[in-house]
T-cell receptor, first 113, second 113 residues
Framework: EADIYQTPRYLVIGTGKKITLECSQT?????MYWYQQDPGMELHLIHY???????EKGDLSSESTVSRIRTEHFPLTLESARPSHTSQYLC????????????FGAGTRLSVL | AQSVTQPDIHITVSEGASLELRCNYS??????LFWYVQSPGQGLQLLLK??????LVQGIKGFEAEFKRSQSSFNLRKPSVHWSDAAEYFC???????????FGTGTSLTVIP
């Protein structure tokens, strides 16, 4: 079992609110990722990090931002939520020295009204 | 360009029947291949991986997959499907360093009694 945690699991929020989705891992993995997934659809990489103070945008453009101040923590922030942000957000981590197998959290399902 | 193709969007099988989910990849470097399973509302769980060596790999929950370099395929199989196997299955390809990681669009499996 992978030790990667996402909170909250579900979030319903109004348009214009600022939100932060939390992701933490206790495995000491150097790499972390955020994916966006609409129900029954493929995963789209929106952000990734190769280590502390390293963040990059993924293949899918996103209005969210991320930070990596600590190895174990990789929060995702939306400054002003909109209905188009309604989706499931999956966090993952991997370790470079072990073949970069990605381990996933349970996800946060976000609904913006 | 690197890509992963899962030709079957949706598959329905009877409980106890055998299962094969197809995955084809296009990758310039030596591929590292993965299968993940996602239950509704959950994150992705690693079923199995292939890095090198024996081209038939065993995973959890009775699944296996065979790497065929000549066909650029990594098909997932299970001899006898259980109702609890109903889920979304994703094939993925990456490199050992993990700088690139690509998911297929997924295959949804329905199991009927």
């Amino acid at each position: 079992e992978a030790d990667i945690y996402q909170t909250p699991r579900y979030l319903v929020i109004g348009t214009g609110k600022k939100i932060t989705l939390e992701c933490s891992q206790t495995m000491g993995h150097d790499k972390m990722y955020w994916y966006q997934q609409d129900p029954g659809m493929e995963l789209h990489l929106i952000h990734y990090s190769y280590g502390v103070n390293s963040t990059e945008k993924g293949d899918l453009s996103s209005e969210s931002t991320v930070s990596r101040i600590r190895t174990e923590h990789f929060p995702l922030t939306l400054e002003s939520a909109r209905p188009s942000h309604t989706s499931q957000y999956l966090c993952a981590s991997s370790e470079s020295a072990r073949g970069n197998i990605q381990y996933f959290g349970a996800g946060t399902r976000l609904s913006v009204l | 360009a690197q890509s992963v193709t899962q030709p079957d969007i949706h598959i329905t099988v009877s409980e106890g029947a055998s299962l094969e989910l197809r995955c084809n990849y296009s990758y310039g470097a030596t591929p590292y291949l993965f299968w993940y399973v996602q239950s509704p509302g959950q994150g992705l769980q690693l079923l199995l991986k292939y890095f090198s060596g024996d081209t038939l790999v065993q995973g959890i929950k009775g699944f296996e997959a065979e790497f065929k370099r000549s066909q650029s395929s990594f098909n997932l199989r299970k001899p006898s499907v259980h109702w609890s196997d109903a889920a979304e299955y994703f094939c993925a390809v990456g490199t050992y360093t993990g700088n690139q990681f690509y998911f297929g669009t997924g295959t949804s499996l329905t199991v009927i009694p």
